[in-house]
């Protein structure tokens, strides 16, 4: 069998393309700069602003209003207080933000907190609203409607929520990402092939259904991202697919790192705040242990494949996690099973809500969310996390190496959680 053709032949031509890809990157960053300086020079701007996230909070018997914004036309995303309610408050507002000149440049590619004032409120007349009630108005219990709205909408999810979330280890399964993708274009492909080879025998025999339905699929995802507000970790996992299919159809070799560097290298020009994404950085990392699995264990059947992924994506990715996040409980062993039953779950549950029953799953869903476990805290140094991150590249170039990173995280998972049992 034919081998495909790799994306470079020579390792020069890899180099040559990540330097060009890196000096775009600096020229984005520095015209970035500029505006930042022109941001912090001015008192104040005008603007129209997204929230994407109003939560109540008390400080010395003061209440206020958390919200997490983003400004489009200064493309920033940042944090602001008010007094207004958060039921008050729609998804679209008017507003007069006040830079702060102690601001640093960091805080201006990240998520900073700009003081600002609510000059607008504007009505809230989406489809989207419209689509959100609808799916709240199938279900008695507000966590589980919020669940579904996470999941479907990229709607953000309560403290409480958010904190259950992290317990379960299941962050993936409700921020839209990647893996969502993954399931919608899977749903579609299977719903428009039957449709395509029936116009295909009839006038078109020699079209090749992974250009047609693949462009279709890409289309639909494209508007659904659109529909959603165009959450980051949605977007960079669509733009990730479409290259991907764009490789693909070009019969270049996916399963690499060169591939995946390249990716990495070209988000960043298009997006360079990402820099700054731990959710980005962590979307890359699950991305390159799938690709070394898929690179490794290449001759199982894809079935096996799944269920080997759903469990060693878990166990590779723990090492670094405890790097940098550090809480751990027995709750989050079911976070590979959770994963596999997800892969069903979801397209269920989208059928159910369609026709009206989309309640079907909230008695489960209800004890699932009300789990408690016992937890503790525990970090790996470092030292030993850039370690492991170094093992996991090499390991693309050594069989050896990737069994010697498999042997180390699964007894780093072993030893993490056994003491819950001792």
């Known amino acids: 069998m034919l081998e495909k053709p790799k994306l470079f032949v020579k390792l020069k031509q890899f180099w040559l393309t990540l330097s060009f890809l890196l000096l775009l990157l600096a020229i984005r960053l520095f015209l970035l700069y500029g505006d930042f300086s022109i941001f912090k020079m001015k008192p104040f701007f005008y603007t129209d602003v997204k929230v994407i996230q109003a939560y109540e909070k008390w400080s010395d018997d003061r209440y206020y209003t958390v919200m997490k914004l983003y400004a489009p036309q200064l493309n920033i995303t940042f944090f602001s207080r008010t007094k207004i309610r958060p039921s008050e408050i729609t998804p679209y507002l008017r507003m007069k933000l006040f830079p702060r000149k102690d601001m640093l440049f960091v805080d201006y590619l990240g998520t900073s907190f ?41 709607e953000p999810l309560d403290k409480k929520m958010r904190s259950q979330v992290s317990i379960l280890g299941i962050s993936h399964l409700i921020a839209l990402s990647g893996f969502h993708l993954a399931l919608l274009s899977s749903l579609l492909f299977f719903l428009f092939r039957p449709l395509y080879r029936i116009f295909q025998q009839r006038y078109a025999p020699y079209r090749f ?15 659904y991202l659109w529909f959603v507000d165009t959450p980051a970790s949605l977007l960079r996992s669509y733009m990730m697919m479409l290259l991907g299919w764009i490789f693909l159809l070009l019969g270049i070799e996916l399963i690499s790192l060169s591939f995946l560097t390249m990716v990495v290298a070209f988000l960043l020009v298009i997006f360079p705040k990402l820099i700054l994404s731990f959710a980005f950085w962590f979307s890359i990392l699950g991305v390159l242990y799938i690709f070394l699995l898929l ?16 469990f060693l994506i878990f166990v590779l990715m723990l090492p670094i996690v405890h790097t940098l996040f550090f809480i751990t409980t027995p709750l989050q062993l079911l976070s590979p099973f959770l994963s596999l039953a997800f892969t069903l779950f979801y397209p269920i ?40 991150l170094a093992l996991s590249i090499l390991s693309f170039y050594s069989k050896k190496i990737f069994y010697l990173l498999l042997l180390f995280s699964i007894l780093f998972f072993i030893g993490l959680f056994m003491g819950f049992w001792l």
Do not use: C
Not at 295 to 310: E, G, P, Q
Not at 367 to 373: A, E, I, K, M, V
């Open 295 to 310: 690179y490794h264990f290449r001759d199982l059947n894809r079935y096996a494949m799944s269920i080997l992924i759903s």
């Open 114 to 154: 700009i003081n600002a004032t609510i000059n607008e409120i504007y009505p809230d007349d989406r489809v989207k609203s419209k689509l959100l009630n609808w799916i709240r108005n199938q279900h008695a219990n507000s966590m589980v409607s919020t669940f579904y709205n996470a999941i479907y909408f990229a």
């Open 209 to 223: 259904d992974l250009i047609d339905i693949g462009l279709i699929v890409l289309t639909l995802l494209a508007w």
């Open 349 to 388: 549950s989208i059928g159910l809500h369609l026709i009206g029953f989309g309640d079907l799953f909230d008695s489960l869903l209800i004890d699932l969310f009300s789990l408690t476990s016992q937890t503790f805290e525990f970090s790996l140094p470092l030292w030993l996390g850039a370690s492991y």
